[in-house]
């Protein structure tokens, strides 16, 4: 009988603790994000074109250096990476071996035609030529967001004589009321010779 009592307890004792609400844990358990620590600020490599050009029946070089400029103010991403800004020196050069043109080009000189957003964490990405246009030299340009592939698209044209003038480049706007306001925001600059 001793051993029915103690059979019977054990299962009353197992029954109860069966029946027994289970503690929950409220603790959430988050595996911890690695936060990314910014490198040492990036810069771009030097570029170099030099381009034969006929323009006007006579024989021009086109010479444009790319470099990284840390005298000028460095952009960071929202990561807080920091980038170098570039300066671009723009060159023609006549068959005589004389200056025609030559500017240094900053991300400033595009200012006009950059909204707040690339003013602040843009660079001067590029300038390569683009084609001879009646009287003028016509570059393509962009400002951009350090390693995205986010840019605006910039036109720089140098007339015959020496002036420059920037623009966006909306050549896939085909609507010409878009055309005339792209005009209306063109911006010259005389200090080029």
């Not at 200056?99 to 035609?113: C, E, H, L, P, S």
């Amino acid at each position: 009988m001793k051993k029915i009592q103690l059979f019977l307890a054990l299962m009353m004792t197992v029954l109860v603790m069966s029946c027994g609400k289970k503690k929950e844990s409220k603790d959430i358990i988050v595996p911890t994000a690695e936060v990314v620590k910014p490198k040492a600020p990036i810069s771009m490599q030097p570029y170099n074109q030099q381009q034969e050009v006929e323009w006007l029946d006579k024989s021009y070089q086109v010479i444009i250096n790319r470099v990284a400029d840390d005298s000028l103010r460095m952009v960071q991403d929202e990561t807080g990476q920091k980038f170098i800004d570039n300066r671009i020196t723009l060159r023609v050069i006549r068959a005589d071996g004389s200056v025609f043109f030559k500017k240094v080009f900053t991300k400033g000189n595009f200012d006009a035609q950059l909204d707040d957003n690339y003013r602040e964490t843009g660079i001067l990405e590029g300038l390569v030529f683009d084609k001879v246009d009646g009287n003028n030299l016509v570059f393509a340009g962009s400002v951009s967001h350090p390693q995205t592939d986010e840019y605006i698209p910039l036109v720089v044209t140098v007339s015959n004589f020496g002036d420059v003038s920037i623009k966006r480049d909306n050549q896939m706007d085909t609507n010409s009321t878009q055309d005339q306001q792209s005009q209306d925001n063109q911006v010259t600059d005389k200090d080029g010779v």
